[in-house]
């Protein structure tokens, strides 16, 4: 219980050094690959996720979802990828090659979609590699670029808000 105690706070201490050297970097780009990091405890469609990125005109080849479940014994084969607590070590280190693989892609966007205050959820986001960051409000807004404050199940209502900042900020490719 101790040894859980301190690492807890040896990642929450690695997050906030993470989020200090944050150099936000918003370049005139399109979204040609997506990342997407949600949390299938609160939201598990993925058909959802694939529509997200027809509409941003995101080659299927190019989106990535991964999952995360705070059950260890859950598992989604429906998933790129599905982790959980257990995939994380002290001081952010992440033990799953797979998901560091993921981290390491750089993306145009990541979405991460969750609400619940997680740790490991909120340590990925820091963690990616994507250009450009967009999520659900957090008590901490240094994860993402892109905020759209909207309830967890109401995901046409989030993705309407994102089509609509997106064509604002230039992300999205023209119909050709």
Known sequence: MILRAFKENSNK?????????????????KIESLGI?????????????????????????????????????????????????????????????ELQA????????LISYYTHENLELKLLTASSKAKFKIGNLQTDTRLNDLIIKTDIKEFEVFSGELLKYLMILNKIKNEQ
């Open 37 to 97: 990091i949600l949390n299938v405890d609160e939201l598990a469609d993925f058909d959802l996720f694939r529509a997200i990125a027809s509409d941003l005109k995101v080659h299927p080849n190019n989106l990535k979802v991964i999952a995360f479940s705070s059950n260890e014994k859950d598992e989604f084969n429906s998933w790129d990828l599905c982790f959980n607590p257990k995939d994380f070590g002290w001081r952010g280190y992440i033990k799953n090659v």
């Open 13 to 29: 201490k690695y997050l906030n050094n993470l989020l200090s050297k944050r150099k936000v970097d918003v370049m005139d780009g």
């Open 102 to 109: 993921f981290l390491n892609t750089k993306f145009d966007a």
